[in-house]
């Protein structure tokens, strides 16, 4: 290998392994002591390298989680509502009313992908937020997708949302596709009136008092290294900036 290495007999190589606590049961969460990055100034630099190289491949260097999370607020920032859907896609009110992708062309639009997952005090709010909003400028839309054919627990309760729906998913639609980064592809998408991604969550919350669209005060990149965190169970040491 072409890089630098300590002689096999070193005692420092003892001294290392004591520190990293190396070896270790890698069957669990956390640290992975097998790659450890330093910083420029000598210091424990990030726990998680290994698992973000292996998760995340070459391109996350230098393998920190601020990294993944900045990668992945880039790759949101291309995206664009009519990416999601034709122009011709219909979307159905709760009154039987019809409304085209085209009608929505300039509005704020919470995109909500819904798997059953618990989210009933964040529709709520939502909605509450939703009929605050609906006679002024700062109106927006919802548009609720379903990732459950057939009979939920939630059935009744969604049916009573005033916002438009859409038919469930099908595995190899393009909103399956695009939101393929969720974990099981269920969350939420914020598009502003230009139709820019503006939040993304998977566990979507609204801040309390925050009447402002899309009524989270964070950014993209803060959201994503949430949500990886989540997924990968980086919560044992906050995340470092280079």
């Not at 990030?46 to 190289?53: A, P, S, T």
């Not at 992708?101 to 919470?110: A, F, R």
């Not at 099908?170 to 139709?195: C, H, Q, T, Y």
Request: net charge positive.
């Amino acid at each position: 290998m072409p890089w630098l290495a300590l002689p096999f007999r070193d005692p420092r190589c003892k001294y290392l392994e004591r520190i990293f606590s190396y070896p270790v049961d890698l069957g669990v969460p956390g640290p992975d002591p097998r790659l450890v990055i330093i910083g420029p100034q000598g210091k424990y630099y990030e726990l998680y390298g290994v698992d973000i190289l292996q998760n995340f491949g070459i391109s996350a260097y230098p393998f920190t989680r601020t990294r993944v999370a900045k990668r992945e607020a880039k790759y949101l920032k291309k995206l664009r509502l009519d990416m999601f859907w034709d122009p011709n896609t219909s979307f159905t009110q709760n009154n039987g009313r019809e409304v085209k992708l085209s009608q929505l062309v300039g509005k704020k639009i919470i995109l909500v992908v819904d798997g059953d997952w618990g989210s009933a005090k964040f529709l709520r709010r939502l909605r509450s937020r939703f009929l605050e909003t609906k006679e002024t400028d700062n109106a927006f839309e919802v548009i609720y997708v379903s990732k459950i054919k057939g009979p939920s627990s939630g059935k009744h309760f969604v049916a009573s949302m005033p916002w438009l729906r859409h038919p469930p998913l099908r595995r190899r639609s393009r909103i399956a596709m695009l939101l393929g980064r969720f974990r099981e592809a269920v969350g939420i998408v914020a598009f502003d009136g230009d139709g820019t991604v503006v939040r993304r969550s998977t566990s979507p919350s609204i801040e309390k008092g925050n009447k402002d669209f899309p009524f989270y005060s964070g950014g993209l990149e803060e959201e994503a290294l949430m949500e990886f965190t989540e997924e990968y169970n980086w919560d044992y040491l906050p995340a470092q900036v280079w």
